[in-house]
C-alpha cells in the first residue's frame, strides 16, 4: 500500500470532485483521520469513535447493522452509535493536497480536486495503436505512424519521411496532394475529422455554458439586491418564527428529560481568551486552564475540570482535550465509592439551533481497571487523576465558522453528571 518514497496510494470515495474508488498516488501521507481503520479507503465522510478509531460510512453501516452499541473491531471497545461524530470536511481539507498523475513518465503534481483534469489531457495516457497494438503514450502515435508502425504502407511513410509537415496535413486532409490512398490513409483521415468536429461542438458548448453562466450572475446579482430590499422587513418575523420553533422544540425535549431520564446536574464551563489559546498551539505551545471547584447536584462529588489546547501526537495536529478531577469534598463519607456516575461533557455550538453540539460520554465502569484510581475516594488534601478526552475535537473544527463554536472570544462546555445510574 505504500510507496517507498514516503508517498501512499490510496481508493478515495465521497469526494465531489472525483470519481469514486478512483486510486490515487498521494505525494504525502494523508491524515490518519481521514482514513477508514477496516478498509483504509480515504473518505469524504468519516464517522469517528470515542477510542479515536475512524470508519467510512460502508464499515460503520456494517459494523452497526441497526443496534445502539457497537464493538470496534480495532480495540473492542464498546460506544453508543450516538457517540459516533460525523465529518464531512475532508473534501474541503484534502481539495489542495499533492497527487501523483498515474502515467508513467508524467512528472506533474496535480492536487486532488484537479486530478481528473489533468488525466484528462496527460500526454503521458498509455493507448494501443490500432494498426500494430503496440503500447505507446498518446503523444507519441503520430510520430510512431509516421516512422515505426509496420502496418502502415509503404507509400505512407516514403511521403512522410520526404515531407513530415505534408504528411501531417494530408491525414486531416479532405482531399488533395497529400492524400494517400491507403485503408489506414482512411483511417486516419477519418480519425482528424472525427476530431475536428468533436473541437467545433466542444467549442459551441463552451460558447453556450459562457452565455449560461453570464445570465446565472445577472439573475444572481438581481436576487441580491430583492433579497436586501425585503430583508430588513422580514428580520423580525423571522426572527420571532425562529424563536417560536426554538421555544417548542426545548419544551419536547425537557419534557422527555424530565419523565425519561435520571435527575442529573450541569456545570456550565466558559472558556475565554481563545484567539490567544488558538495562536500559541498553531506556533506548538500548549495551553492549559481549568474551572474553579464545585459540587455535583449540591450535596455531591466535588470536581473541578480541566482542559488543554496544543499539538496531538496521536492525531498530528493541534486538538482540545477535556478532563474531570475528583478532589476531596465535604460529602464524601455519604457518597458511593468508587465515583460511578455517567458523566458528559457537551461543547456548545451557537449555530443551527445547537445540531452541532458535540457530546462525549464517561461511564466508569467500562473504562477498565487501569483507570480505576480515577474515580477511587479521593484522600483528604489530595486529588485524583484526571480523565476524560484528549482528543475532544481538533483545533481546526473549533475555530469553524460554520459550527458556530466561538462567540465573542470563548466557548462554552456544559458538565453534565447523573445523580442516579
Not at 252 to 263: H, K, M, Q, Y
Request: net charge negative.
Amino acid at each position: 500500500m505504500y510507496a517507498a518514497s514516503g508517498s501512499s496510494k490510496r481508493f478515495v470515495t465521497g469526494f465531489p470532485y472525483i470519481a469514486n474508488w478512483t486510486l490515487v498516488e498521494f505525494r504525502r501521507e494523508p491524515p490518519a483521520d481521514r482514513v477508514c481503520s477496516l478498509c483504509g479507503v480515504l473518505a469524504g465522510e468519516t464517522l469517528w469513535a470515542p477510542c479515536k478509531h475512524v470508519f467510512c460510512r460502508r464499515c460503520f453501516q456494517g459494523l452497526a447493522t441497526g443496534e445502539a452499541m457497537v464493538c470496534c473491531p480495532v480495540d473492542g471497545a464498546d460506544f453508543g452509535t450516538q457517540q459516533v461524530r460525523l465529518d464531512r470536511t475532508a473534501p474541503d481539507v484534502l481539495r489542495h493536497y499533492p497527487v501523483g498523475c498515474k502515467n508513467k513518465g508524467c512528472l506533474h503534481v496535480p492536487t486532488l480536486a484537479t486530478y481528473e483534469k489533468h488525466i484528462a489531457l496527460c500526454e503521458h495516457q498509455l493507448v494501443l495503436c490500432e494498426l500494430c497494438s503496440r503500447r505507446l503514450q498518446v503523444s507519441q502515435v503520430l510520430s510512431h505512424v509516421r516512422s515505426e508502425c509496420r502496418k502502415v504502407s509503404s507509400k505512407a511513410l516514403h511521403e512522410a519521411s520526404k515531407n513530415p509537415a505534408a504528411a501531417l496535413d494530408g491525414v486531416g486532409a479532405v482531399g488533395g496532394d497529400a492524400r494517400v490512398e491507403t485503408p489506414h490513409a482512411d483511417r486516419c483521415e477519418m480519425v482528424s475529422q472525427e476530431l475536428k468536429s468533436l473541437r467545433m461542438t466542444i467549442h459551441e458548448e463552451l460558447l453556450s455554458f459562457r452565455t449560461a453562466l453570464q445570465e446565472a450572475k445577472a439573475s444572481l446579482a438581481e436576487g441580491q439586491r430583492d433579497w436586501r430590499k425585503y430583508s430588513a422587513d422580514d428580520e423580525t418575523a423571522a426572527q420571532h418564527l425562529l424563536l417560536e420553533s426554538v421555544g417548542d422544540t426545548l419544551s419536547r425535549e425537557l419534557g422527555a428529560v424530565e419523565e425519561d431520564s435520571p435527575p442529573s446536574s450541569c456545570y456550565v464551563w466558559k472558556i475565554i481568551d481563545f484567539a490567544r489559546m488558538r495562536q500559541d498551539a498553531l506556533e506548538g505551545r500548549t495551553t492549559t486552564f481549568s474551572s474553579d471547584a464545585f459540587y455535583c447536584g449540591g450535596a455531591g462529588y466535588r470536581v473541578y475540570l480541566q482542559g488543554s489546547l496544543g499539538n496531538s501526537a496521536e492525531m498530528g495536529r493541534p486538538c482540545l482535550g477535556l478532563y474531570f478531577v475528583l478532589t476531596a469534598g465535604s460529602f464524601d463519607t455519604s457518597l458511593s465509592w468508587p465515583y460511578a456516575q455517567k458523566t458528559s461533557f457537551v461543547l456548545i455550538s451557537n449555530a443551527s439551533e445547537g445540531s452541532y453540539n458535540i457530546q462525549g460520554d464517561i461511564r466508569p465502569e467500562s473504562e477498565g481497571e487501569e483507570w480505576g484510581h480515577c474515580f477511587r475516594k479521593p484522600r483528604p488534601g489530595e486529588d485524583n487523576e484526571g480523565f476524560g478526552f484528549s482528543q475532544f475535537i481538533t483545533l481546526e473544527d473549533l475555530a469553524n465558522p460554520e459550527y458556530g463554536y466561538i462567540k465573542d472570544n470563548s466557548f462554552t462546555v456544559h458538565f453534565l453528571t447523573q445523580l442516579r445510574v
